[in-house]
């Protein structure tokens, strides 16, 4: 939404104006509800957002309440909570399945089974100097540390050694004994305590919380650029959720939210759409099917006599009929001929698509629209306006986005849509919807600074509300021909 131009436009506004004031934006944007029908019904109170304090706490206090149970470090918990993603009930459940050696080798984590069998504590010595089997130094043994296997080495060389696990291994693997084919493993605390560098350490805490989002099935980052929150659901099937930072998106699939379409469909139209969009556009306006053999022909020189190099066959390029007819110019009533299957689906195809990029491009415009009406009541503000005088405005960009996004997507659905009675229903439903949305940006767009807010106001609303409305009963038509499994599609 080109956010640092925005924010400097807002900037400049005046503050004596209270409706151009920053503030105001900020708090009308937390108190707007979401009140469009389906989507409320469905999804409501179904999900949180977290920072990533919160989300370091909510970790904690799960492996917090395993090892009540287990009775293991915290460490050898978390990688088993990795594993399970974060289903405490199935890990515990598979933990006193049976025994507990097959339990660490079925899950292919041996070398945590390792660290259970051990009862050696990191080994304390003497202060006699002691050689490091790294650097083959003669240090005093405060200098020299061991884990449970009994593997000692230098401070010096275990830092460097966990330094270089976390900067350039990736983390993929367990942090392990640096001894050659030792698997005992390295807690968390003793990881920290090694690192003197704050970024390392940073960056340690920043995996192990990425991990835990990345395992775990009810937590998903905000995909939005820059977006620091990450949003946890209490159930899977929780498809629509925003953000604080007010991205709305699909939790199923990362997408931004796409309804009436199912995740499988978007994800089959996103692939082909960016990778044959171009080549089929350019066929279709470069290239015309052999009338025989149905090969797609380019025509690279002046004359319009045509020869297929696949089949022979020569015919008109004008009018595709067999070479030899006495002419094209004349124009006869009848059937169109023929066309292959092929140049009929290109141009099904680019019917759909032509207008899902439009409905993306117009809401690209409209996203900004709010800020644009700002700077336009700036420049022919009247004295006696309040922020609650345009409260509504703000209210109608947000329906009007929501419209013009759900729009886009039914483009999408109905691209993969078996015509039947049900779909006549849902053309019309989506005409309605296009023609209210069409009407509302028109008047938000054109009419608001020609007349006096007082004055435009009602029409506002009816025409947003109307919006609102015709949007609510395409998307409910369509859950409820999925709840009734009434849809047919055309693979």
Known sequence: MGSNEDSVETNEVNSDNEFLDDKDDLALEADIAISWGYRTEKEDNKYEVLTTEELGRHQREIIDEVNNILKLSPTIVRHLLNYFKWDKEKLLEKYFEGNIEEFFKCINMTNLFINLQSNKQKVTKDNSAEECK??????????????????SFCLMCWREYVTSKIVDGGLDQLIVCAAHRCGVLMDDMTVIELLDDQDVRLRYWQFITNKFVQCNELIRWCPSPNCTYAVKVIYGETRFVRCKCGHEFCFVCDNDYHDPVKCHWLKKWLEW??????????????????????????????????????????????????????????????????????????????????????HMRSLKYENNLYLTIKEQLREFRQEDISYVDIEFLKHAVTVLCHCRRTLMYTYVFAYYLRNNNQSVIFENNQTDLEIATESLSDYLERRIILERLTNVKSDVLDKYRYCDRRCELLLRHVHEGYENDTWEYIE
């Not at 790294?134 to 593997?151: V, W």
Request: charge should be positive; include cysteine; aromatic fraction near 10%.
């Open 273 to 358: 759409n960016y990778e044959d969009s171009q080549n089929r556009y350019w066929l279709a306006h470069n290239t015309k099917p052999c009338p025989k053999c149905k090969v797609q022909i380019e025509k690279n020189g002046g004359c319009n006599v045509m020869k297929c190099r696949n089949c022979s066959q020569q015919f008109c390029w004008v009018c595709m009929s067999d070479h030899g007819h006495s002419s094209c110019n004349r124009y006869v009533e009848g059937p169109e001929v023929q066309r292959d299957r092929s140049a009929s689906s290109l141009e099904r195809y680019l019917h759909y698509h032509n207008r899902y990029v439009n």
């Open 134 to 151: 790294i650097c083959f130094s003669n240090l005093p043994s405060d200098l020299m540390m061991a884990l449970e296997c009994g593997h």
